[in-house]
């Protein structure tokens, strides 16, 4: 359907349709440019979609007219996907998205990467994809980018050679401007993020954990998906942790299953399906990772990072590698869990041996990262 209605339909020269995490969740940089392009004159008169998964569940979130919600991969999807003249995504797009040469596709991304992806990943340890039909993939979603929207120099580096855009000859399709997702990092008050913590219902006075690991290539089940097996007790974690500790839970938007931890009520909290990861970030006091690329953004908070790698041989010989050498992260490695709950009651003083390592990471990753960025991005894309 997807190749006829493209062929057919008449482009709208001012309708741009969003997406973020294959329709799973209003936010990243696909919002970010929404919400700047909502509130600017300039587009007064353009037509906005947004294409989630579970569209009436996200009605609740916009309350302009000329925005449109659809569901992700039905009809009235592709009809709108063939008729805007901007596609503005954050995901690597199945190969039915067939775009016509006079439409322009905004490749957002999600993130600076850590771990290798696409054309990079070198082992074979993915449980559902072959790394030759990852490449393969990878280089088609490059082929119909237009714009690849980047926050560094090292980023630009890493999404030429891992989207094969050197292979292209289309280097100059990055804009490097910092990342539109980042950029409500620099306007949190003091009164949102108070706001933002009642909401959660996180007590006041609490240290707030934001314990966000990333899926594992391996953990797949055929039918379901990426599945994640929780790499910490957290029933040890509660008995060891003083009672002003409180821990929110953010797993990947890939990660299928998910981990029921209601008896943990006033210690922990699920929040995996929560929109914004940047709401997460402004009223957490620390954040704990693995391997994902959120303490990039993170970093732009100046707050302490542990890293607990449990599986770290297994990862990084096995299924992804890194870009990085470990040494230069911001914070330190933790592989035992006996010693994450000690590194986490110490944080304030350890950070302190990471200062040097912090400081270079925000220069070298988030140094465009600010609250103009949105603005920025915009007028290269549109121009």
Same mark, same amino acid.
């Given at each position: 359907?997807?190749?006829?209605?493209?062929?057919?339909?008449?482009?709208?020269?001012?309708?741009?349709?969003?997406?973020?995490?294959?329709?799973?969740?209003?936010?990243?940089?696909?919002?970010?440019?929404?919400?700047?392009?909502?509130?600017?004159?300039?587009?007064?008169? %353009?037509?906005?979609?947004?294409?989630?998964?579970?569209?009436?569940?996200?009605?609740?979130?916009?309350?302009?007219?000329?925005?449109?919600?659809?569901?992700?991969?039905?009809?009235?999807?592709?009809?709108?996907?063939?008729?805007?003249?901007?596609?503005?995504?954050?995901?690597?797009?199945?190969? %039915?998205?067939?775009?016509?040469?006079?439409?322009?596709?905004?490749?957002?991304?999600?993130?600076?990467?850590?771990?290798?992806?696409?054309?990079?990943?070198?082992?074979?340890?993915?449980?559902?994809?072959?790394?030759?039909?990852?490449?393969?993939?990878?280089?088609?979603?490059?082929?119909?980018?237009? %714009?690849?929207?980047?926050?560094?120099?090292?980023?630009?580096?890493?999404?030429?050679?891992?989207?094969?855009?050197?292979?292209?000859?289309?280097?100059?399709?990055?804009?490097?401007?910092?990342?539109?997702?980042?950029?409500?990092?620099?306007?949190?008050?003091?009164?949102?993020?108070?706001?933002?913590?009642?909401?959660?219902?996180?007590?006041?006075?609490?240290?707030?954990?934001?314990?966000?690991?990333?899926?594992?290539?391996?953990?797949?089940?055929?039918?379901?998906?990426?599945?994640?097996?929780?790499?910490?007790?957290?029933?040890?974690?509660?008995?060891?942790?003083?009672?002003?500790?409180?821990?929110?839970?953010?797993?990947?938007?890939?990660?299928?299953?998910?981990?029921?931890?209601?008896?943990?009520?006033?210690?922990?909290?699920?929040?995996?399906?929560?929109?914004?990861?940047?709401?997460? %970030?402004?009223?957490?006091?620390?954040?704990?990772?693995?391997?994902?690329?959120?303490?990039?953004?993170?970093?732009?908070?100046?707050?302490?990072?542990?890293?607990?790698?449990?599986?770290?041989?297994?990862?990084?010989?096995?299924?992804?590698?890194?870009?990085?050498?470990?040494?230069?992260?911001?914070?330190?490695?933790?592989?035992?869990?006996?010693?994450?709950?000690?590194?986490?009651?110490?944080?304030?003083?350890?950070?302190?041996?990471?200062?040097?390592?912090?400081?270079?990471?925000?220069?070298?990753?988030?140094?465009?990262?600010?609250?103009?960025?949105?603005?920025?991005?915009?007028?290269?894309?549109?121009?």
């Amino acid at each position: 359907m997807c190749q006829r209605l493209s062929k057919e339909a008449v482009i709208n020269e001012k309708k741009v349709i969003f997406s973020a995490f294959s329709g799973r969740l209003y936010a990243c940089s696909p919002k970010a440019i929404y919400e700047y392009m909502i509130q600017s004159p300039e587009f007064k008169d %353009y037509t906005f979609v947004w294409a989630f998964t579970k569209p009436d569940q996200k009605q609740h979130l916009f309350h302009d007219s000329r925005t449109i919600l659809v569901k992700f991969q039905s009809e009235a999807f592709f009809q709108h996907l063939s008729t805007a003249r901007y596609w503005v995504f954050n995901f690597t797009t199945p190969p %039915y998205f067939i775009k016509r040469d006079d439409q322009i596709f905004v490749q957002c991304w999600h993130g600076t990467p850590l771990k290798r992806i696409g054309m990079d990943i070198q082992v074979d340890g993915n449980a559902a994809t072959k790394k030759e039909d990852i490449h393969k993939h990878y280089l088609e979603v490059g082929k119909i980018c237009d %714009y690849f929207l980047s926050p560094s120099k090292f980023a630009t580096d890493r999404f030429i050679s891992a989207f094969g855009l050197n292979v292209l000859h289309k280097e100059h399709v990055i804009i490097e401007q910092g990342y539109p997702r980042n950029a409500s990092l620099f306007t949190g008050t003091e009164e949102k993020i108070k706001a933002l913590r009642e909401s959660f219902g996180i007590p006041e006075g609490k240290k707030v954990i934001l314990y966000c690991p990333t899926f594992r290539d391996d953990q797949y089940q055929k039918g379901l998906g990426h599945t994640y097996q929780l790499g910490i007790n957290l029933l040890r974690l509660k008995e060891k942790l003083p009672p002003d500790y409180f821990l929110l839970l953010r797993l990947h938007y890939l990660v299928s299953n998910k981990i029921d931890i209601s008896q943990f009520k006033g210690f922990a909290l699920d929040v995996s399906n929560y929109d914004d990861v940047n709401d997460l %970030y402004l009223v957490s006091d620390m954040l704990v990772t693995d391997y994902s690329s959120v303490f990039f953004d993170f970093e732009n908070l100046h707050r302490p990072i542990i890293f607990y790698m449990y599986d770290l041989a297994d990862y990084k010989n096995k299924l992804r590698d890194f870009y990085l050498d470990l040494n230069e992260l911001p914070g330190p490695i933790v592989e035992k869990e006996r010693d994450l709950i000690d590194t986490i009651l110490n944080i304030d003083q350890i950070a302190q041996g990471y200062e040097g390592n912090y400081q270079r990471c925000c220069e070298r990753f988030n140094y465009l990262d600010d609250a103009e960025a949105t603005q920025r991005v915009v007028k290269e894309f549109m121009k």
